[in-house]
């Protein structure tokens, strides 16, 4: 297929129902090939905003623009758009291939041209040779990519897609995401991705945008959202961090309990201020960190065997809890004081975030 991608234009969106602000002035730019995710709790306004770029919802007031046109009353099936869902939405009467053709029937596309159709989109999500097999033959995973295939067979310039991994089991949605960021570098289409799931959002896109009651937070690259959050609704939404009340001292530091800490970033004017503490950011103090470091000493009060890592939790003067996390190989657990022991930690000045705190 070849690499033709639709720019997306949102201006100050909003769509109420009755007194409810489902989505509320949101203004936001995709770039042609971009792949951007929504991401926020539930009735945040995700499906919402990507109802009103489907064209399945109709905004309150707001403009929507594909490529620089306007597109705001177009009709869903004059956008040319490819659309996948949570629940597949396919036809269970219908073989594989039958199910994949549809747009193309719908489209009235010469029925000769079909097979060769199909048989690069099922190839492309990993389903060659399954034309003529039922829908029930094939696991949830399978079903989703067959909903994939669909929605990619008339090489439409934007997919939308709403939670389309969430009723898959964890191990088979983590290799589904790296496959549609493959299949994402590969047909160059412009995606926006609908999903409450961080990682998720974080593994795939090239842009994050962060929305809250209607509203769009934050958007931004994934390490610039994870590592610079604009509030503590979006520090303590991405990624795992302990969010500590904390007072401002000078521009370079602010007080947690008793402990002065200093940030190498420019501390927020006003007194509502929370510490983001991403639990991967202590480290266990070896005399090997940097002077320059902020260092807390607590008591261990539990230890968590997690698999792949440890989560260690620490009491700190002045009732302050916080977590760490070391990978869980042999030599960590010398590290490790037993429950009750003493253990000092270091957070560098450039991680330590400080953000203005919002209600949640
Ligand atoms: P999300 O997809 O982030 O979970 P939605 O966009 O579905 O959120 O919903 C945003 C808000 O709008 C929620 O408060 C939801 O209850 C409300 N809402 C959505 N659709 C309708 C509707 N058809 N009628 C009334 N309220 C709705
Ligand atoms: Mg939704």
């Known amino acids: 297929m070849d690499k033709r991608a639709e720019s997306v234009e949102i ?29 926020g709790p539930s009735g945040s306004g995700k499906t919402t905003l990507l109802g009103i770029l489907g064209g399945f919802i109709l905004p309150s007031s707001g403009t929507i623009l594909f490529g620089g046109r306007d597109v705001t009353w177009m009709p869903p099936h004059k956008r040319d758009i490819g659309v996948v869902f949570q629940n597949y939405a396919l036809f ?34 990993g389903l060659a040779g399954y034309e003529e097999r039922g829908i029930a033959q094939l696991s949830g ?47 160059g289409a412009t995606i926006i991705y609908v999903t409450h799931d961080q990682r998720e959002a974080l593994t795939m896109s090239d842009r994050v945008a962060v929305m809250k009651d209607g509203r ?35 521009a370079a530091s ?50 968590v065997y997690q698999g792949e890592s440890l989560r260690i939790f620490l009491a700190l003067a002045d009732g302050i809890a916080l977590s760490l996390r070391q990978p869980s190989y042999h030599q960590a657990y010398s590290r490790i004081p037993a429950l009750g022991g003493s253990l000092t930690v270091t957070l560098h000045p450039e991680d330590t975030i400080v953000v203005p705190r919002v209600g949640d």
């Open 254 to 303: 602010v007080a947690l309990g008793n402990a002065l800490l200093r940030s190498a970033r420019a501390i927020p004017d006003g007194d509502a201020l929370m510490l983001a503490v991403h639990s991967e950011k202590l480290l266990i103090d070896d005399g090997a960190q940097d002077a320059a470091c902020n260092r807390l000493t607590g008591t261990v009060t539990d230890i």
């Open 141 to 187: 995973g399978q079903r989703q990519r067959v909903a994939l295939a669909r929605a990619m067979i008339f090489e439409p310039r934007l997919i939308l897609m709403d939670e389309p991994l969430s009723a898959l089991d964890k191990q088979l949605r983590e290799s589904m995401q790296i496959e549609l960021r493959a299949l994402h570098r590969r047909i």
């Open 92 to 125: 269970p009467h219908m073989s594989v291939g039958e199910n994949v053709a549809f747009p193309l029937r719908a489209r009235r596309l010469p029925k000769a041209s079909w097979p060769d159709k199909v048989r690069a989109a099922l190839s492309m999500v």
């Open 216 to 250: 769009l937070i934050q958007i931004d690259e994934p390490e610039r959202l994870h590592d610079h959050p604009a509030d503590s609704f979006v520090a303590s939404f991405i990624g795992e961090a302990t969010m500590l009340p904390v007072r401002r001292v000078d």
């Open 11 to 39: 201006r100050s969106a909003s769509k109420a129902y009755g007194a409810v602000r489902a989505l509320d002035d949101v203004s936001l730019n995709v770039g042609a090939g971009e792949f951007v995710s929504l991401l």
